[in-house]
């Protein structure tokens, strides 16, 4: 009876989140520029004609012709197959990154159903609630809003599983397509490649250039080679061009936080292409060097990596160091980018149950609580459209995203330490 009850709970809550997010996308979802996207593809057309960073069609050509069937369905079954596609990648995400932190002997099929079994028993892990709660904000945002960002990394960590367990093509296959369709996901490839899973990255970089190349097969060389350069010109280049981005109130970037304080403290005027600092490009190297350096600390602190659990703790956090890095130093960072620090926030949560000392779990338990508030400031759907626009000029989520990444950074160095200790 309690396995049914909590059965018709879940179906129940799905419906319903699912009726409310398919009608908040339709209206103001990316889908419509997705769906147009392929609908360009299939009469010839440009599916760049109106695309600006922060506006339009924003992926690369062939992911437009992956678009072509949802064009041709009856909108509201389009709309309802996304969300279905961005709910499952969401609970894949979430078992993924679990399964990464846990790293157990079983394959993740097995793993899950085991896990799965615990669920219909009402035995909840609190880990992932916990983080479902944390990153709320931003996987409420990707699946009302259509965006592709959940999808993505849940390839991309399905990748690293792959690729872990020495399935180098599956591994490769997925974090290649996942990174041909948007950059951000790259640092994933630096994980793997201090893990040596060499086959892997090598197969992900082909098929980058599959896909990038790939669509001239049936578009012809010349329509291929016009729509990727619309594709550079509009979305890649304009996504670097200093004078606007960095000050854009939605560009999360640390680049942009910098930019922005900088430019307040110092009264410049001119708005945002007439404070050009000679010193920014010096600080923008310097940070990108502190927020890297951390994830090289396994091999700074000690010569091999330990075993057990001990290496998916180490291995987690790293994981999700590099990743808070990557989306932070990303040039354009949105919103809805953040998506990523669903792993971290796990990773940071999970490492924590372990941690035996009673100070640094009350400082990261604090970090996580101050990320959380910071970054919530941003809901208008809490404080309305006016306070959100505040606290997004105050690059509220940067912060957020800086916290995180002191407390992953905090236990990964105390992970680092203990295990020299160990093996001393």
Known sequence: MKRLIISVVLVAFVVVFAVFQIGRCTRHGDTKFFFAAGEAVLAGGDPYVDSVVGGGYLYPPFFAALMVPFHLMPRLLAETLWFALNFASLVLLFAVSLYLLEEPAEPLGRWLRRKLGRLREGRFNWVVLATAVLSARYWMDNIGYGHLNGVLWALSLLGVYFALRRRWLAGGALLGGAVATKLITAPVLA?????????????????????????????????????????????????????????????????SLIYVYARELSGAAGGLALYRPAWFPYVRWAVTVLLVAPFFFPYLLRRRQPEGAAEAAVGGLQLSVIILAGTLLSPASWPSHFVATVFPYMAVLYVLRATPSRGLKIACYALLALSFIAHSLTSGDVWGAAMREAFYDLKCITWATLLLYAAAVALLLRECRAGRRAAA
């Open 191 to 255: 994980y793997l490649f201090v893990r040596r899973r060499w086959a892997a990255i090598v197969v992900a970089l082909v098929v980058v250039v599959v896909l990038l190349i790939g669509p001239a097969a049936v578009l012809g060389w010349e329509r291929n080679a016009s729509l990727f350069t619309d594709w550079y010109v509009k979305v890649v280049r304009s996504s670097m061009v200093e004078s606007y981005y960095l000050g854009y109130d939605y560009n999360m970037s640390v680049h």
